[in-house]
């Protein structure tokens, strides 16, 4: 009883949580399957009345070389206010020859290098916020997210800020999955009542196609996209301490990861859920991946260890469980595009929730390069192929 009173205390005040120790998580990976394959209903909002982030993000890789993300983000503090955010962020490409990686100026004003052109970031406030009936589709003023009769397909509406009026349309083209049986880690002394969760779940391979209309064009995002739904409930500094994001599509082969350490509290704990696909199938999916920065640029201006070299493995077995896969990508992460202040950039309801920690100055680093998939299935020839990697580190505390 005294640990969840601290909890609650960690939580209304956002003061730093005390040890709990390794017994107070219960990883997605100790469930007693490697992945499920997500039905319709894994795709409902959680709606929490109790502090949590709930988000759904769309990564978009365009044919014509920019990247992008549209995102839904539902928040609660302490179960007294809710506010919900719509996200849309896009990098223009730098040449016609280079893979879809580039922008001049980050959100926070941050010039690393030299580059051609301002990315686009928009955030703005959702009014009257709402959910179908089913809970699946997102509603608010100006916005709509809805998931397909067929739950094959999301259209994503938004006229909410005139500098980025978005239309898309994105269609899974392989199963979606979460790892285990319900894709959530548990956090707690009593883990038959945890006071927390984190939950993904992922549509890992699709194709997109519509656009987002600026004041001067009309950006053509027909390509490819990833889908992820995520849960953070709880404080997400509690949650988590760091994080690695991978997303890299090719023309054949989706891999895609989710990869967290706990904060000391929940004895620095990795979870790391993700997984490979190919149009039409789940190569593998589930929690023995690993993320590794194999050699750190850091950054002077916040200290923070900023990778360089990066090498993400995947490990599982086919969904028979008849063959081992094997998989990685490895290599410079090159120029960043953009280095976020996340205290300078969330909503003030995010804030309300993370802030109070002494100390915490989350950034995350965003990266987008070409980089070569290789890939073994059982006792076949190692696969390779070229395609293009969006990373993202981030660091919190």
Same mark, same amino acid.
């Given at each position: 009883?005294?640990?969840?009173?601290?909890?609650?205390? /960690?939580n209304v005040a956002?003061?730093?949580?005390?040890?709990?120790?390794?017994?107070? $998580?219960?990883?997605?990976?100790?469930?007693?399957?490697?992945?499920?394959?997500?039905?319709?209903?894994?795709?409902?909002?959680?709606?929490?009345?109790?502090?949590?982030?709930?988000? =759904?993000?769309?990564?978009?890789? /365009?044919?014509?070389?920019?990247?992008?993300?549209?995102?839904? $983000?539902?928040?609660?503090?302490?179960? $007294?206010?809710?506010?919900?955010?719509?996200?849309?962020?896009?990098?223009?490409?730098?040449?016609?020859?280079? /893979? @879809?990686?580039?922008?001049?100026?980050?959100?926070?004003?941050?010039? @690393?290098? =030299?580059?051609?052109?301002?990315?686009?970031?928009?955030?703005? +406030?959702?009014?009257?916020?709402?959910?179908?009936?089913?809970g699946v589709s997102?509603?608010?003023?100006?916005?709509?997210?809805?998931?397909?009769?067929?739950?094959?397909?999301?259209? $994503?509406?938004?006229?909410?800020?005139?500098?980025?009026?978005?239309?898309?349309?994105?269609?899974?083209?392989?199963?979606?999955?979460?790892?285990?049986?319900?894709?959530?880690?548990?956090?707690?002394?009593d883990l038959t009542?945890? &006071?927390?969760?984190?939950?993904?779940?992922? &549509?890992?391979?699709?194709?997109?196609?519509?656009?987002?209309?600026?004041?001067?064009?009309?950006?053509?995002?027909?390509?490819?996209?990833?889908?992820?739904?995520?849960?953070?409930?709880?404080?997400?500094?509690?949650?988590?301490?760091?994080?690695?994001?991978?997303?890299?599509?090719?023309?054949?082969?989706?891999?895609?990861?989710?990869?967290?350490?706990? +904060?000391?509290?929940?004895?620095?704990?990795?979870?790391?859920?993700?997984?490979?696909?190919?149009?039409?199938?789940?190569? #593998?999916?589930?929690?023995?991946?690993?993320?590794?920065?194999?050699?750190?640029? *850091?950054?002077?201006?916040?200290?923070? +260890?900023?990778?360089?070299?990066?090498?993400?493995?995947?490990?599982?077995?086919?969904?028979?469980?008849?063959?081992?896969?094997?998989?990685?990508?490895?290599?410079?992460?090159?120029?960043?595009?953009?280095?976020?202040?996340?205290?300078?950039?969330?909503?003030?309801?995010?804030?309300?929730?993370?802030?109070?920690?002494? *100390? #915490?100055? @989350?950034?995350?680093?965003?990266?987008?390069? @070409?980089? #070569?998939?290789?890939?073994?299935?059982?006792?076949?020839?190692?696969?390779?192929?070229?395609?293009?990697?969006?990373?993202?580190?981030?660091?919190?505390?």
């Amino acid at each position: 009883m005294m640990n969840w009173a601290k909890q609650q205390l /960690a939580n209304v005040a956002g003061i730093q949580e005390p040890i709990y120790g390794p017994s107070a $998580i219960k990883s997605v990976a100790e469930q007693d399957v490697p992945y499920t394959e997500l039905q319709r209903e894994d795709l409902r909002w959680a709606v929490m009345q109790s502090t949590c982030v709930e988000t =759904q993000t769309f990564y978009l890789m /365009a044919d014509g070389g920019h990247v992008g993300m549209a995102q839904v $983000i539902y928040s609660n503090v302490a179960g $007294i206010r809710t506010t919900c955010q719509f996200n849309t962020k896009v990098f223009y490409p730098r040449s016609v020859k280079q /893979a @879809p990686t580039s922008s001049t100026t980050s959100a926070t004003g941050d010039h @690393p290098h =030299q580059q051609q052109r301002a990315l686009l970031w928009c955030s703005d +406030p959702l009014e009257n916020h709402s959910f179908d009936e089913e809970g699946v589709s997102f509603f608010a003023d100006n916005v709509a997210v809805t998931l397909s009769d067929d739950g094959h397909s999301y259209t $994503i509406k938004s006229a909410v800020n005139e500098k980025s009026l978005v239309n898309l349309k994105v269609t899974r083209t392989a199963p979606g999955f979460q790892v285990g049986r319900d894709g959530t880690s548990y956090y707690g002394t009593d883990l038959t009542q945890p &006071w927390g969760r984190m939950r993904h779940a992922f &549509w890992p391979r699709c194709v997109v196609e519509g656009s987002v209309i600026t004041p001067e064009e009309e950006l053509d995002f027909k390509g490819r996209a990833f889908f992820v739904h995520a849960l953070q409930g709880m404080k997400p500094h509690h949650a988590a301490a760091k994080w690695n994001f991978v997303n890299f599509q090719s023309p054949t082969y989706s891999a895609v990861m989710m990869d967290y350490v706990t +904060p000391p509290s929940y004895d620095s704990t990795v979870v790391n859920v993700g997984g490979l696909a190919q149009d039409d199938a789940i190569i #593998t999916a589930g929690p023995t991946n690993v993320a590794v920065h194999t050699e750190v640029r *850091g950054d002077p201006e916040n200290d923070w +260890p900023e990778p360089a070299d990066v090498r993400f493995e995947w490990r599982g077995k086919t969904k028979d469980g008849k063959q081992e896969v094997e998989a990685r990508l490895e290599g410079s992460l090159g120029e960043r595009l953009d280095r976020v202040d996340v205290m300078a950039e969330v909503p003030a309801f995010v804030k309300k929730i993370v802030g109070g920690v002494a *100390g #915490t100055k @989350p950034y995350i680093y965003q990266y987008a390069v @070409p980089m #070569t998939l290789r890939l073994k299935i059982g006792d076949g020839e190692e696969i390779s192929e070229q395609g293009n990697l969006f990373a993202e580190a981030t660091f919190i505390s």
